[in-house]
């Protein structure tokens, strides 16, 4: 069964730090790999996909940037947070039909 | 406007009765996944379709493509069925991006 783990689940960062959010998906070759973020109490919007290692595609602009460094990872970052980052990032997967998600990271930028 | 309307934003249902939710797509949508967001953040897959129907358990839902709309019906409503309900669809153009509706927050109560 396919499994993915994200990480960190929770970070307090202050405004101007960088920021690296990690997601692994285990027993699924070659998934097609996604990042949404989405607002307190708000919607969902996907951010990134990824369809194969190395290849990325920014679906929305927000000062972020993500990475396909290996088949099974994902990389979500930015060199200077700003207070808008808040939020909950989740990671998802799919193997172009259903998509699924990850237990998201919770991210307070103060 | 939303290209994905859900209705309606907010619903708190007695503990044993039955409801519908429902979403309008102006977009066109190709097929849709309903989800349940846990109080911690995590989305729980209910339903993946293309157009038509289906069920599972006290759950039931279908997609009507062509009057461009999805339901989920919940029936004897349990207190665990509380969450925030989102539905999202999927337009031809690949990558599997999902555009989200603004959810519902059901409250099941005793």
């Known amino acids: 069964a396919q499994t993915i783990h994200q990480w960190p689940v929770a970070e307090i960062k202050a405004v101007g730090s960088p920021l690296s959010l990690g997601c692994t998906i285990k027993g699924k070759s070659s998934p097609n790999l996604y990042w949404y973020w989405q607002a307190t109490g708000g919607t969902l919007q996907q951010l990134f996909y990824?369809?194969?290692?190395?290849?990325v595609e920014s679906v929305v602009q927000l000062n972020l940037s993500a990475s396909r460094p290996k088949d099974d990872q994902f990389i979500l970052s930015t060199e200077k947070l700003l207070l808008s980052h808040s939020g909950f990032y989740l990671c998802a997967w799919s193997d172009i039909t259903e998509v699924f998600f990850g237990k998201g990271t919770r991210l307070t930028v103060v | 406007g939303d290209k994905v309307k859900q209705s309606p934003s907010a619903l708190s249902l007695q503990e044993g009765t039955n409801s519908a939710l429902r979403c309008n797509f102006s977009?066109?949508?190709?097929?849709v996944q309903w989800f349940l967001q846990n109080p911690r953040g995590s989305l729980i897959n209910l339903f993946y379709l293309v157009p038509g129907t289906k069920e599972n358990g006290r759950l039931k839902s279908a997609f009507d493509s062509k009057e461009s709309y999805s339901t989920l019906h919940i029936r004897d409503a349990q207190l665990e069925d509380s969450g925030t309900y989102f539905c999202?669809?999927?337009?031809?153009?690949?990558?599997?991006?999902?555009?989200f509706g603004q959810g519902t927050v059901l409250s099941v109560i005793p």
């Open positions: 977009i066109a949508a190709t097929t």
């Open positions: 999202a669809a999927e337009t031809t153009g690949g990558n599997n991006k999902l555009t």
């Open positions: 990824s369809i194969t290692v190395g290849q």
